[in-house]
């Protein structure tokens, strides 16, 4: 099974980019582990010897380090069960007394599930070394601060889908009862799947160390767990993304807004200055992402031609919505010798203009929805909420019809 036809305008390919400067305290290949041009699985030819085990036996860890800031290093991982990469982060550099509670913070990261919120898989302390453990799923385009430094001419509406993204995550995590808060929101805390223009925040559970950061006595973790001053870091983290300026959080108001100026878009500039405003008036996340500059525009779909079925009899498995395109999946026909003729149309939420028709034979007994939805989003940078979606359908269809569906146990 290989879906065809279709169009790919993704992007690719690019190099180890320098890291920002302003006095950003991480220093990276990948920051949070998540390296920059590599697609290897494994370790390299010459980092083949495991050189730590998880408790549980599952994550095997090399010597290769991809990462590494002020109260960590990051090393490249492997999960043995899925097969995959993973990032194995060592949090050390803490009082022994504050152990406890950033064990507790991070190992909350181990039960969110949102597509803008890195995976967390395991966390335990090593009591022979005094240091935390921490596996996330490992991203291969590094930070946001990095990638926005690389990649100096992106238009603004990547950014904005960019902040939107960064405010659906903080949504998820302020609606959790009690409210999760980061507490240490920065670009380079959120990192980037080039690939599809995906961004998820990390580094979640290290609050607990921001009064050793910021070097002063008076600062403790409480001064920092509201969900009012993650939207103050949202704030600078778009005032970075809008002019390449990194703005420590310590950095008067008036700073602030003197670099504001740089950002072109008026909109904009008036969202970050309210972010950066009042804590009583800063919105909160559900409020910024129905706002006139984050709301996706609204697209009649009622008025949109329906999408030319294939030849033959057709099965319409009905349309669904995803976050970048809205989906219509079709089969010609009936199975024959075990497999059956797929196509599937992607109307651009945004654009009702750009569609794309995917033709694919699928064979009932050896493919997987979950198959498909991975080679479309490589071919079509598809974000994981719309790869989860596409997948979805194809169940959908499967189920409809009582027809076999392979389940994948990678996914």
């Known amino acids: 099974m290989m879906p065809q036809g279709g169009e790919n305008g993704v992007k690719g390919g690019r190099g180890d980019a320098p890291g920002a400067a302003w006095g950003g305290d991480d220093r990276h290949k990948g920051s949070g582990g998540h390296q920059r041009g590599r697609t290897r699985v494994g370790p390299a030819d010459d980092d083949e010897e495991v050189v730590e085990v998880d408790p549980a036996k599952r994550f095997h860890r090399y010597k290769e380090q991809v990462g590494t800031g002020r109260f960590k290093k990051v090393y490249r991982g492997y999960d043995t069960e899925e097969g995959v990469d993973v990032a194995w982060c060592k949090v050390f550099d803490f009082e022994k007394e504050q152990a406890a509670e950033i064990l507790e913070e991070m190992q909350k990261g ?81 990192y980037v799947n080039g690939f599809n223009g995906e961004v998820k925040i990390g580094d979640l559970g290290l609050r607990t160390l921001l009064a050793k950061r910021y070097g002063t006595s008076t600062t403790s973790a409480d001064d920092f767990k509201t969900p009012p001053e993650d939207m103050y870091c ?103 010798d075990g497999k059956i003729h797929f196509e599937i149309t992607m109307t651009k939420e945004e654009d009702p203009e750009t569609v794309q028709n995917v033709g694919f034979d699928y064979i009932l007994l050896e493919d997987s929805p979950e198959q498909v939805a991975d080679e479309m989003a490589n071919s079509f940078g598809l974000s994981m909420t719309d790869k989860e979606i596409c997948a979805a359908a194809l169940r959908e269809w499967l189920a409809s019809r009582d027809l076999p569906c392979v389940v994948d146990t990678r996914h």
């Open 110 to 190: 181990i039960a969110l599930d949102h597509p803008n919120i890195i995976k967390c898989y395991a966390c335990w302390e090593c009591r022979k070394t005094g240091c935390i453990n921490l596996v996330t799923e490992l991203f291969t385009s590094g930070n946001l601060r990095d990638y926005r430094q690389h990649y100096r001419h992106l238009d603004q509406k990547a950014l904005k889908k960019m902040g939107r993204q960064i405010l659906s995550g903080l949504a998820y995590l302020h609606g959790l009862k009690p409210p999760v808060v980061h507490g240490d929101l920065r670009c380079d805390k959120i």
């Open 234 to 336: 949202f704030g600078l983290c778009l005032l970075e993304l809008f002019t390449k300026v990194y703005v420590d959080r310590s950095v008067p108001y008036v700073e602030c807004l003197r670099q504001l100026r740089k950002a072109k878009d008026e909109k904009v500039r008036d969202v970050i200055a309210l972010l950066l405003g009042d804590a009583d008036q800063r919105p909160v996340p559900t409020q910024l992402l129905e706002s006139e500059y984050f709301r996706k525009p609204h697209v009649d779909h009622a008025a949109t031609p329906a999408p030319k079925q294939p030849h033959g009899a057709s099965h319409d498995a009905g349309k669904l919505r995803g976050e970048d395109y809205n989906f219509v999946v079709a089969a010609e026909g009936e199975p024959e």
